[in-house]
């Protein structure tokens, strides 16, 4: 097999697994309710349950990362495909809360090797057009949600159970399981910068900050899509439409992001995304019926951008972290997102209580005051990327040569336009 074509053949690959990524998330938001009611949990376990996933996904990535350079794509992937193997078996089999609980970890922990596995093998895939095809790569997540959340809604429209949401999965699982295990993949390419200097560059104030930011903008994206349908169910709109909707504007926006990108400097990106992801937020908390999806498009257009330009910041602006840095912001991201899951579910459980005392719908009531309380993250976000806007600016100032004459190449990063 030539080069050109192994290389597509592996993206294929890296694509659906990515695919069954964000299928999971979906359809898990779509089955809260029937799990809540087969299995008799509350909400607060039900958050503790979205919780596994988005803890495992941290450990992986963190995991893949220090061991990339050792293991390779391959056996990231064969790992990935086994955990996402066992995980929804485990899910068929469960009888209660625990056995959810371990289940959704192993799932989670597939989804974060998939992540540590692609990210760099797309890379050194396409190594003239490396933004391009990550950009491509990463459309998948929106775009298996998409696929999810409509499977989602078919199946429980025409009666089925959440079992056989949970097994239409294994069907794209064993696709690229069986691909992986048959395509021969390239050597690891020699590292420029060792693992010890990645970890050391990580304990920056930059870093940190930055790392802080990705469990706001992973918990305003996830957060609100894991519980759409405990949060919307009563709003007179459909959830699963509207996690569709959503995801869809996400794909289509990311696909077509390079102009936003090289117009605007990444922080301006940033701090615009959070300004609509507010507004969006907000109006989805007392919208209903049909202005609900007008909130949804508001909300999709404010997220679309969050992980894949906090991943080019990291980056651009900080690359002796390498691939370690990249690895690390994914998987804090989704650590951060795992705290809140519980949180959110004690929100809900809270305020439906209170709302049924003092509301004739108080399942509208309660999901109408949880978003309220997730406004406050992308609220806390635009108060961040505006100090951060301003120190851009400062630290380009300082290290603009004086010379006026010279010529202008770095367009994309104009922080004081």
Known sequence: MNTHRQSSMLFRICCIALTV?????AIRAGILTQLSSEFSLSDNQLGWVNAMAFLGFPVATLFGGLVYNSLGAKKLLIIAFSCHLLGLLLTL???????????TFFIGFANGAVEAGCNPLIAAAYPDKKTIMLNRFHVWFPGGIV???LASQLLTQLGFGWQTQIAIMLVPTLVYGILTFRQVFPPIPEQQ???????SALISPLFIFMAICMTLTATTELGTQQW???????????????MALITGIMALGRYFSAFLVNTLNPVGLLLGSALVASLGIYSMSWATGGYVYVAAILFALGVTYFWPTMLGFVAEQMPQTGALGLAVMGGIGMFGVSIWNPII???????????????SNPELAAGQSVLANLSIFPVLLVVAFSVLLLYMRKHNAKTTL????????????????
Do not use: K
């Open 147 to 149: 696929i999810g959340a």
């Open 345 to 359: 579910g004690s929100w809900i459980d809270t305020a439906r209580e209170s709302a049924s005392q003092l509301s």
């Open 402 to 417: 004086p010379a006026e004459n010279e010529p202008q190449t770095n367009h994309g990063e104009d922080y004081a336009a």
């Open 228 to 242: 759409i349908e405990r949060i919307l169910g009563a709003s007179g709109a459909s959830p699963m439409l509207i």
């Open 193 to 199: 910068v060792s693992t010890r200097r990645n970890v």
């Open 21 to 25: 990524t964000a299928m999971t998330f």
């Open 93 to 103: 089999s469960a009888e209660g809360f625990y056995g959810l609980l371990i289940s």
